[in-house]
């Protein structure tokens, strides 16, 4: 099994390619909440950028390829985080992987961003209630609660956008805050990114593979916009 993992949701772009032997070097099942596989990929490789636009995605798909030793071709799935985040990022990462589905035939998964970092804070052994927070803008934020422990992770409250004032009223002893930029607002906080390399593991061993058109961004809010007014002719 050879995975492509694509995270652009927030400034630190990542790629990562996993590799697993088929047989006893294959990875359990997982789903939202299992504790991530002990047994390490035969193959892993992490591209990342640090600061949007610096970087071509392509180029971290390819160096993260070339730290495995791997070739696209041999691709086999792609998983896409989902978001919530940057619109831009979230969109290139969609783009790649419907076009590599149409050119090459791959199969694809899409997973929750907030889902990864809940993930990375058990891996980082932050063990309680786990509040991760993303920055939706218009001094909004969104927002899940989770239960963490050494054995898993339990989803306690779904991801939904809030107000700076309601995420003030649940601060409180005993709750943890990740997020990209999470103490901006918490100093107590813990900065976690979405990483390719958790995504990548988070996909091993799934099998609710969707079609390109499938893979949805995770916004919350809905889209608005003002129709352009029609074009004036002031010639004819």
């Not at 590599?100 to 209630?129: D, N």
């Not at 927002?143 to 339990?154: F, K, M, N």
Request: overall charge neutral.
């Amino acid at each position: 099994m050879t995975i492509l993992a694509l995270e652009f949701s927030s400034a630190r772009r990542s790629a990562a390619v996993l590799s697993w032997r088929n047989g006893n070097n294959s990875p359990a099942p997982q789903r939202d909440g299992a504790m991530i596989d002990p047994c390490p990929p035969l193959k892993l490789a992490e591209a990342i950028e640090t600061g949007a636009g610096r970087t071509h995605a392509f180029g971290l798909v390819e160096e993260a390829l070339g730290g495995v030793g791997l070739t696209r071709e041999q691709i086999e799935i792609i998983a896409v985080g989902l978001g919530p985040g940057s619109y831009t990022g979230i969109r290139v990462a969609l783009s790649i992987a419907q076009g590599w589905q149409l050119a090459r035939g791959v199969k694809l998964l899409g997973i929750s961003s907030a889902a990864c970092l809940a993930a990375q804070a058990q891996a980082e052994k932050l063990f309680g209630r786990v509040n991760v927070v993303i920055d939706a803008q218009q001094n909004e934020f969104y927002i899940a609660r989770y239960e963490v422990s050494a054995d898993g992770w339990q989803e306690l409250e779904p991801l939904q956008i809030t107000s700076t004032a309601r995420m003030e009223s649940r601060a409180g002893p005993g709750e943890i805050w990740v997020g990209p930029e999470v103490t901006r607002w918490w100093p107590e906080g813990k900065t976690l990114y979405p990483s390719a390399a958790m995504l990548g593991r988070l996909a091993a061993g799934r099998e609710n593979f969707v079609s390109g058109e499938a893979l949805t961004p995770i916004y919350l809010r809905e889209a608005t916009f003002v129709k352009a007014p029609p074009v004036n002719r002031l010639f004819s």
